[in-house]
């Protein structure tokens, strides 16, 4: 029986890698593009979500981190850093494992949600937490990695940024063509430059036809691709995006401007209410920095902007379980509904009689 191999397996030809490099999987990307029958309803577009939430620990870092710590272990690496906003650190200690090395992670002290803290102690690293923010985090992992023998695997690493590519291919492999569209959350700006590669080495081996605009969304406090300028103090709701100054600026800049995007950003309470709308419309739970795309569209749609008749693939980029506090911080008036083990109690709670 046949079973997706993950992205380096499946993309090994596509890959800029070294050529002996062995392989690090937990069967990573092949994930889902859904319909949004809510978004296409509302835009009268084609609306689809790739939803990057079902990757193996629960987001889209697993496609970048297969590939980063597979040229890790090849070139001998024994243990491997990285600063994270939480995705990243469950990632990297998910498959620092299965790669039997060890994991380092540096985190902004109570500022990443309790899964992602959870899946990174589960997988066995070893948890540093800093009184800093994220970018602090990466600007001392750097200098980790070059005083100390451990592999940086930020997306400052290429290889994150080789793997993060895939998520284009599989669009095109499954649309035929690229979309007219592609809108997606941008924190430190990684992966808009992934996919941007993605979408570029497609188009120029004539595997599509055509670039989509790519359309980046960031949080209205921690948005400095929006504003030009790093952000000293990013504050969000939306932890996973709570990022001053992206690594990936330039990168991200020039895929935004090459393919006629730009970058924009959403408020907190649009990010949570496009999340709590995704869930019960379409029935697909992301984390809240995830729905930063979706709330984008919806407020494009709200001005006006009219994409009747186009392409759309909007990427969330993690599951909703990552970050439950959140999500039911905006519910406790619902599950607060509690009967006696009654069933007319219960019929009459729930409006049924
Ligand atoms: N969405 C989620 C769920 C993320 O975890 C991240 C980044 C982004 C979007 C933004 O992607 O940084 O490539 O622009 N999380 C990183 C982390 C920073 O440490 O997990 P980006």
């Known amino acids: 029986a046949h079973q997706w191999r993950g992205v380096i397996e499946e993309y090994r030809d596509l890959l800029h890698i070294p050529e002996q490099t062995p392989t690090v999987t937990l069967r990573e990307g092949g994930t889902p593009l859904v319909e949004s029958r809510w978004l296409s309803g509302l835009t009268g577009a084609e609306v689809w ?78 948890v540093i937490q800093v009184r800093g923010n994220f970018d602090d985090c990466l600007r001392m992992c750097r200098t980790l990695a070059e005083d100390y023998p451990v592999a940086l695997v930020n997306s400052v690493n290429p290889m994150r940024i080789e793997g993060q590519k895939t998520a284009a291919f599989e669009i095109v492999d499954m649309l035929g063509d690229a979309p007219d569209f592609h809108v997606l959350p941008v924190g430190n700006a ?65 895929a935004a401007t090459e393919s006629g995007g730009a970058f924009r950003s959403v408020t907190d309470e649009q990010i949570l209410a496009a999340q709590r709308e995704l869930a019960a419309r379409d029935g697909v739970f992301v984390e809240p920095a995830s729905a930063a795309g979706v709330a984008g569209m919806l407020l494009e749609h709200a001005e006006g902007r009219d994409l009747g008749g186009s392409r759309v693939v909007v990427t969330v980029t993690g599951h909703g379980l990552k970050d439950i506090d959140t999500a039911l911080s905006t519910f406790s008036d619902l599950v607060d509904v509690v009967v006696d083990a009654d069933t007319d109690a219960a019929a009459a709670a729930a409006g049924l009689r």
């Not at 990057?52 to 590939?67: H, L």
């Not at 600063?83 to 380092?104: C, E, H, K, Q, V």
């Not at 188009?203 to 949080?219: C, D, F, I, R």
């Open 190 to 254: 990684g992966n808009i430059t992934a996919y941007w590669k993605g979408y570029c080495e497609y188009a120029e081996a004539g595997v599509s036809t055509k670039h989509p605009t790519m359309l980046g969304w960031q949080a209205a406090g921690a948005a400095p691709l929006v504003a030009g300028a790093p952000v000293a103090e990013p504050e969000t709701v939306a932890s996973a995006i709570r990022i001053g100054n992206p690594a990936s600026w330039d990168a991200a800049v020039a």
């Open 49 to 126: 979500l790739k939803v990057e939430g079902n990757n193996p620990t629960g987001s889209f870092k697993d496609r970048g981190m297969t590939v980063a710590l597979s040229v890790a272990v090849g070139e001998g690496a024994k243990a491997v850093v990285c600063a994270s906003t939480g995705n990243t650190s469950a990632s990297m200690a998910a498959y620092a494992a299965a790669a039997g090395i060890t994991p380092l992670v540096l985190v902004p002290q109570g500022k990443i949600a309790a899964g992602k803290m959870a899946q990174a102690v589960l997988h066995g690293a070893q």
